[in-house]
């Protein structure tokens, strides 16, 4: 790997999308025929669950939002004409991705007022963001980054990952119940691995320009740089998955959650309640408690305060043709005057939220549901390591039977940006966007999407008589 400038390779590492950035599966939030996948958004959600068993065979999601970069000349035949291209400008630039894959989760309830669910979790968070900085598809060495950032105070930013295997063991129950409500609760643990995670911080670097006859240069006044990366980037070519899995440590999760229904009229043994004939729906979730734990390299390290008369050039020239992480390490020692050991371990949070969500049932299968999600956790605090979900206001109509469905949810999240989504159901599969505008063009990066697949009863008949719902 070709290094051409310390600076250059962290400003492309905040602006370029890790691809491996969640919770938004839209289409099932408050949904009764949700089955397995509910408990991704209330814990307490799955003993309102329509079906006695539900399989979720798989389920993808991705989530991405970032600022000032734009798709040109994409084609859904010819995706390989694609370029990225950044808004030319003094601006501060993130980018924030989440994706999680889902397989086999089961979900199984012995009687009404009991549900147990199983199931096995891929995911990963990745958040990227800087200062203010100038930039532009002209830029293309560390040389020409800094000859247009010469007015910029300072270079501050970070980027943060992690990614992680983990087994979800949930169980709600019925706890109190009347003639026209129906209080749930529900516990989720989650058994983790934490299998890869880093994170990058460029700390208020400044420098100033200097001419010597014709020629410009830039030498490095302040700041530094750390970083942190998972021991499991050290093994080997050769190492197996289950090297990996067993050099990775183990973590435990929780999430929690409430959700109380309210029905407008008593129940008889004529008229009983239902998983799908309430008025409203109350949720209530605190979810992914818990922080992701690593072994940290010994190649890592914080480097702080130049040497005097470190440039540009000197920069671009130790760095050129280094090919791994020891020997940038070995070099960044010779940029500065101090560095520090970091410790053996490092930890980054998981994305723990609040969720608050309102499900009103409409009749003749319409509904309408709202959720508000609380990060307690912000990743503009540069200092500490954290990951957070991107959504805040969704509100989403749909129209839904056992075998058919349409949600259009409407989203507005944490960067300020307001999308219009998608989805469908048919028969065991749904699909849906985050942002309709990828149904054109991607030009826009911000969007992403999800698919589930899930069974149920094979008898569509007997599932709806166990209640005596109609289709």
């Known amino acids: 790997m070709k290094l051409n400038s310390l600076l250059c390779v962290f400003f492309l590492l905040i602006i370029v999308i890790n691809q491996s950035n969640g919770?938004?599966?839209?289409?099932?939030?408050?949904?009764?025929?949700?089955?397995?996948v509910s408990i991704f958004n209330n814990p307490?959600?799955?003993?309102?669950?329509?079906?006695?068993?539900?399989?979720?065979?798989?389920?993808?999601?991705?989530?991405?939002?970032?600022?000032?970069?734009?798709?040109?000349?994409?084609?859904?035949?010819?995706?390989?004409?694609t370029t990225l291209s950044i808004k030319e400008g003094s601006n501060n630039y993130f980018a924030h991705q989440n994706l999680d894959f889902n397989f086999f989760n089961f979900l199984y309830k012995p009687d009404e007022k009991h549900a147990f669910t199983i199931g096995l979790r891929g995911r990963t968070y990745n958040h990227n963001k800087s200062s203010p900085m100038y930039a532009s598809d002209t830029i293309t060495s560390g040389y020409s980054f800094l000859r247009a950032n010469r007015s910029t105070a300072f270079l501050d930013g970070f980027s943060t990952h992690t990614a992680w295997?983990?087994?979800?063991?949930?169980?709600?129950?019925?706890?109190?119940?009347?003639?026209?409500?129906?209080?749930?609760?529900?516990?989720?643990?989650?058994?983790?691995?934490?299998?890869?995670?880093?994170?990058?911080?460029?700390?208020?670097?400044?420098?100033?320009?200097?001419t010597i006859g014709t020629d410009t240069g830039y030498l490095f006044t302040n700041g530094g740089i750390e970083y942190s990366y998972t021991n499991n980037y050290d093994l080997t070519t050769a190492s197996t998955a289950k090297d990996v899995l067993k050099n990775s440590r183990s973590g435990l999760g929780l999430n929690l959650g409430l959700e109380y229904l309210i029905y407008d009229e008593a129940s008889t043994d004529n008229n009983a309640h239902t998983p799908t004939n309430y008025?409203?729906?109350?949720?209530?979730?605190?979810m992914d408690l818990g922080k992701n734990k690593f072994n940290n390299s010994p190649y890592t390290g914080n480097f702080y305060n130049p040497i005097p008369n470190i440039n540009n050039a000197v920069v671009t020239r130790k760095l050129t043709n280094i090919k791994s992480i020891p020997?940038?390490?070995?070099?960044?020692?010779?940029?500065?005057?101090?560095?520090?050991?970091?410790?053996?371990?490092?930890?980054i949070s998981r994305p723990t939220r609040i969720i608050f969500n309102v499900d009103k049932n409409l009749?003749?299968?319409?509904?309408?549901?709202?959720?508000?999600?609380?990060?307690?956790y912000s990743t503009s605090n540069y200092r500490k390591l954290l990951t957070r979900e991107t959504n805040l206001i969704t509100i989403t109509p749909r129209w839904e039977t056992i075998t058919w469905g349409l949600y259009i949810?409407?989203?507005?999240?944490?960067?300020?940006?307001?999308?219009?989504?998608?989805a469908i159901k048919l028969g065991p599969l749904t699909m849906g966007l985050h942002n309709i505008r990828w149904l054109k063009t991607i030009h826009s990066i911000n969007g992403g999407g999800y698919i589930l697949l899930s069974i149920h009863p094979f008898n569509r008949t007997k599932v709806l008589s166990r209640f005596d719902c109609p289709e």
């Open 363 to 376: 009749g003749n299968h319409f509904a309408v549901n709202g959720q508000l999600n609380i990060n307690l």
């Open 44 to 81: 307490a959600s799955s003993v309102n669950s329509l079906y006695k068993w539900d399989l979720n065979l798989f389920s993808l999601q991705t989530t991405l939002t970032t600022n000032n970069l734009s798709l040109n000349n994409f084609s859904y035949l010819h995706p390989g004409n």
């Open 23 to 36: 919770q938004q599966y839209h289409a099932t939030h408050g949904s009764p025929y949700a089955g397995a």
């Open 409 to 422: 949810p409407v989203q507005y999240n944490t960067q300020g940006q307001l999308w219009v989504g998608a």
């Open 165 to 210: 295997v983990e087994l979800n063991l949930n169980y709600s129950q019925v706890l109190f119940e009347t003639d026209r409500t129906r209080l749930t609760g529900g516990i989720t643990l989650n058994i983790a691995k934490a299998l890869s995670g880093y994170s990058l911080k460029l700390n208020r670097v400044s420098f100033k320009e200097y």
């Open 279 to 286: 008025n409203w729906k109350l949720g209530f979730s605190i």
């Open 327 to 347: 020997e940038l390490k070995d070099s960044l020692k010779t940029f500065f005057n101090n560095y520090d050991s970091l410790s053996n371990t490092f930890s």
